[in-house]
Every structure is written in C-alpha cells, then in structure tokens.
C-alpha cells in the first residue's frame, strides 16, 4: 500500500538549534517528492521538490535531501519564523492518473 | 496573478444543507483538486481533474460532486452535509500531475 509516514510529529526546537525531519515513503516507481510548508489558518506553501536518490535542494535555512526510501528536510539554526507544520508529499499512480499522497506532517515549534 | 482563490473563507452549515464551494486558478493549469484536512489525518483527496471535462474521484469522495466545465474553474458541491464533513478543504492547482501543486487559502466549514 502507498504510504507517507512523517517524524516526529512534533519538534520543539530552541532558536539557533539545528535539526532534521523525515518523510519516509512507500511508493513504487517515485515520481518525485514535494516539501510544503503550512502555517495556522493558511494552504500549504510550496517549498521544493526532488526526484531521484541523492538529489539536495536549499532554501535559506532549509535543505531537503532524498534517498530511495525517505526523504529528510534539515532546519539550520532556525529561527522562530520557521515555525510551522511541514507535509511532505509524493505522486502514486492509480486508477490511470497520478494522485498525490500526503503524509500527516511535523509541527515545528521554534522558541527564542 | 492571484493564484488559486477560494471562496467562501468560513461556512457554517444545518445538517441536509448543499452547497458549492468555490476554486478558481488563473496559471493555465490543467491539473486541479479538492483535498479536505482533518486534525491528525493530513491531507486527503476527495476529487481530482486533469482538464476541462475529465473529473476522477480520490480517496474519500462520498458525499461530494465536483464538476470542470472551464480550466480555470473546480467548483465542489456537498450535496447533503453531514457533521462528518465538518473540516478544512483546500483546492490547489499544478500544470501536471506530477509537478508541485499550487494551494488556495482554504474553507474552514461547520455543520450541525
């Protein structure tokens, strides 16, 4: 079955403190991987998108990595604007189109 | 560009009421869906199109039709809300169905 975990669900982080969320997938024949980023009360915010083992993308204090089998965002020294929830996502085939999975995300918490 | 709007912000509706909710894109996509966000439960799809005309159903599609008469246009009608349909939904937008997708500001509705 096509499965998207994430971990933890929940990060409190000091400001400054770097760390690591991941997305780990069960997808046959990957299409791709997509980090969004989603604040209280708003849609989830395009952030990146990988597509094969060993691909790395940075946006200021993100990087996002991917592996065969799991996907990793690191946060280094966050700040407390990076607070928010992180979904991960990945494209299954079924029914004769591409759909997207999405796993139940990581709140992030970064205090000062 | 206004990206993906939705429209209303907040809906509260009695038990056996219908409604539309309203998704409009202005990026030329041809790829549009509905996805509903329930606390814990991520992000899960309800109906999904890939042009004007074609309309597939996700993951948890009882209770609701969709329809795609124009590109820009991915309206979502509850035909008789149930209190189970109590959620956030998010309609977004991407230009295949294996780029990253583009999300609208989302609908918060309550039923009773």
């Known amino acids: 079955e096509d499965q998207v975990t994430q971990s933890p669900e929940a990060l409190r982080l000091q400001e400054g403190e770097s760390s690591s969320l991941n997305c780990s997938y069960t997808v046959s024949g990957l299409r791709g991987l997509f980090w969004y980023r989603q604040d209280p009360g708003k849609g989830p915010e395009f952030l990146f998108t990988?597509?094969?083992a060993g691909e790395e993308k940075e946006k200021e204090r993100l990087k996002a990595t991917l592996t065969k089998k799991e996907s990793f965002l690191h946060i280094t020294a966050p700040k407390p604007e990076d607070s928010a929830t992180y979904l991960c996502?990945?494209?299954?085939?079924?029914?004769?189109?591409?759909?997207?999975?999405f796993g139940a995300g990581t709140r992030l918490a970064v205090h000062p | 560009n206004a990206g993906v709007t939705q429209t209303p912000k907040f809906q509260v509706l009695k038990t056996g009421q219908s409604m539309t909710l309203q998704c409009a894109q202005d990026m030329n996509h041809e790829y549009m869906s509905w996805y509903r966000q329930d606390p814990g439960m991520g992000l899960r799809l309800i109906h999904y199109?890939?042009?004007?005309?074609?309309?597939d159903q996700g993951e948890v599609p009882n209770g609701y039709n969709v329809s795609r008469s124009t590109t820009e246009d991915f309206p979502l009608r509850l035909l008789s809300a149930a209190p189970s349909q109590t959620s956030v939904y998010f309609c977004?937008?991407?230009?295949?169905?294996?780029?990253?997708?583009?999300f609208g500001p989302g609908t918060r509705l309550t039923v009773t």
């Open positions: 199109s890939v042009g004007a005309g074609i309309t």
């Open positions: 996502a990945v494209p299954y085939f079924s029914g004769g189109y591409n759909k997207l999975i």
């Open positions: 990988l597509y094969s």
């Open positions: 977004a937008s991407s230009r295949t169905s294996v780029e990253e997708q583009y």
